[in-house]
């Protein structure tokens, strides 16, 4: 539903003033226009009023990304008066800790992975919001107990809260074709597991090669292959085994898990399924791999990655006519829903000054995902936020993936000591790739982790 607020004039030039009297930006579209939940912000407006306040946010956006965020909390500044300084870093993380340990912290901090945000909660550098925030993320966001997980730490004592919201998601359950050689052979978008494994052995009768798969990514070689677990676990076990699995409270090679290796097995290890044979998958880089899909004739007709790959693509190829997606499925067997594997953002504040908890409030608003969603690549689970503001139809149809999702969890290998899930996981299934047992490279996985607990 699009929601359009009717602002009188007045209102609106209170709002472009507040806007120049904070930062001088322009607001990239004016309030009361295009398909934005204005009432929203026109309730948050009227509120907040921190005229001549000054907010530090700090993130790890920078160039064009960091832009865009400055596009967004210029309307946080006309609702309010406030002027926001954002600042940018490639190495955020590590500029975090030191700002926590030289007590230099900015008052608003954008993560963008939890395990950190999780890390500093315990330490009692974030401040707890209110307990209706888990409330607030089931009602609002698709999946929204997994959300609201996602943001759920320890603090000092011990005690489990909500510290943040999440802001921005990414989407891997993704399967990327040409829709110009699925036409060509006549294959229908499979909507089960069970449709996606009947049109691979399809496409091998037919003399074609159905999958395209690269390991390769330099020092991080292996990790491509991790995803699939993760995707298979997803779609394999409840998802409490998921987070079992990512915190090592069930073991590596536990038989659930190994089973998961194998589902990607099935796919990966078949000299039949994928591009140059089996062993070629564990060194191919996996930017190279998808371009096969584009060849003339394709030397493959799917690949399984992230929303981000057509960066990758060759030269000319667009998503919408070259390029498609469809979402990696579930089985059709199996009550597990539709589970959806990704990251997300999460911005948390370590100050409980009112600014920044009402900064904290206005990145939960609609119409604060749909600013952004509308400056493109951005997507967000937030189900009151109007689908019209997607800049493209590539971006939206990922938007309703997120949407639809019944579980959303994020990749575990990040979730996991930096030891096991960026450096064990990763050769494990490279080892795996090329030979090793799935019951052998889980044990090697789990012998290293019990050694650093």
Not at 318 to 345: C, H, T
């Amino acid at each position: 539903m699009t929601h359009r607020a009717t602002v009188p004039s007045t209102a609106l030039a209170l709002v472009v003033c507040a806007a120049s009297a904070a930062s001088g930006q322009e607001l990239i579209r004016p309030v009361g226009e295009g398909p934005f939940t204005w009432s929203a912000y026109e309730a948050f407006a009227a509120a907040h009023d921190f005229a001549g306040e000054v907010l530090e946010v700090r993130g790890s956006s920078t160039g064009d990304d960091k832009t865009k965020l400055g596009n967004l909390f210029a309307y946080f500044e006309a609702a309010t008066g406030a002027e926001v300084r954002l600042s940018g870093s490639d190495n955020f993380e590590q500029d975090i800790v030191i700002a926590a340990q030289s007590e230099t912290l900015p008052e608003i901090a954008m993560f963008p992975q939890p395990g950190l945000a999780e890390e500093m909660a315990a330490q009692g550098h974030l401040v707890a919001l209110s307990d209706d925030n888990r409330a607030w993320f089931e009602e609002n966001f698709a999946a929204g107990a997994s959300w609201a997980d996602l943001v759920t730490y320890a603090g000092p004592d011990g005690t489990e809260r909500i510290y943040g919201t999440i802001f921005g998601a990414d989407v891997k359950s993704l399967v990327w074709y040409s829709p110009i050689a699925f036409d060509e052979m006549g294959y229908d978008i499979p909507e089960s597991m069970e449709e996606l494994k009947e049109l691979t052995e399809q496409i091998v009768s037919d003399g074609g090669t159905p999958w395209c798969i690269g390991l390769g990514s330099g020092a991080a070689t292996g990790w491509p292959g991790t995803d699939w677990v993760e995707e298979f676990l997803l779609r394999t076990q409840p998802v409490e085994v998921y987070d079992q699995w990512v915190a090592n409270e069930i073991p590596f090679d536990d038989p659930r898990i190994v089973a998961a290796i194998e589902e990607y097995g099935w796919f990966a290890r078949n000299e039949d399924f994928v591009v140059d044979g089996v062993e070629a998958v564990a060194s191919k880089d996996f930017r190279d791999s998808p371009a096969g899909l584009f060849t003339i004739p394709p030397e493959c007709y799917m690949h399984r990655q992230a929303s981000f790959v057509p960066n990758f693509f060759p030269e000319g190829v667009e998503v919408g006519s070259d390029a498609e997606f469809f979402y990696f499925p579930a089985y059709a067997d199996k009550d597990l829903g539709q589970p959806v594997l990704g990251s997300g953002g999460v911005i948390a504040a370590t100050t409980d000054r009112p600014v920044a908890m009402a900064f904290v409030e206005f990145l939960k608003t609609p119409v604060a995902h749909e600013i952004q969603i509308s400056q493109g690549q951005f997507l967000t689970p937030h189900l009151k936020a109007s689908k019209e503001a997607y800049q493209n139809e590539t971006q939206a149809t990922q938007g309703e993936i997120l949407t639809n999702a019944t579980t959303f969890r994020f990749d575990g290998s990040d979730l996991m000591p930096a030891e096991i899930g960026t450096s064990a996981f990763w050769s494990a299934m490279v080892d795996y790739q090329t030979g090793a047992s799935a019951e052998a490279v889980a044990r090697d996985v789990q012998e290293r982790w019990s050694r650093i607990d």
